[in-house]
């Protein structure tokens, strides 16, 4: 049974910068592709970004050239450094497989973008 946590979510001003982490508790966390997915108050869960065990990283238009993900494959940790944010990036953040697997989903942390 895999339990992901995620973490570093808060409020930040426009422009400025946050990093999330996302830890699992199983070794198969290492072995398989991990998103991170948001999902804004009214709106549909969007996947923002994955990452191979290899690390190559993938991202939505959206969050292209702001975002990067990463991992730490020994930790089982999966970081989303998010830069130049702006009141749009406003949403609960989810760590999740790609395809994700509805028993993986945590409670997510909310990131609100505001000054």
């Known amino acids: 049974q895999v339990q992901l946590v995620e973490s570093g979510g808060g409020l930040v001003q426009p422009g400025k910068s946050t990093t999330l982490s996302c830890t699992a508790s199983?070794?198969?966390?290492?072995?398989?592709?991990v998103g991170w997915y948001r999902q804004g108050l009214g709106e549909e869960r969007e996947l923002v970004a994955t990452?191979?065990?290899?690390?190559?990283?993938n991202y939505a238009d959206s969050v292209k050239g702001r975002f990067t993900i990463s991992r730490d494959n020994a930790r089982t940790t999966v970081f989303l450094q998010m830069n130049s944010l702006n009141p749009e990036d406003t949403a609960v953040h989810y760590c999740?497989?790609?395809?994700?697997?509805?028993?993986?989903w945590g409670k997510g942390t909310l990131v609100t973008v505001s000054s």
């Open positions: 990452i191979t065990p290899s690390g190559f990283a």
């Open positions: 999740n497989s790609d395809p994700p697997v509805m028993n993986f």
């Open positions: 199983g070794s198969i966390f290492r072995s398989i592709v």
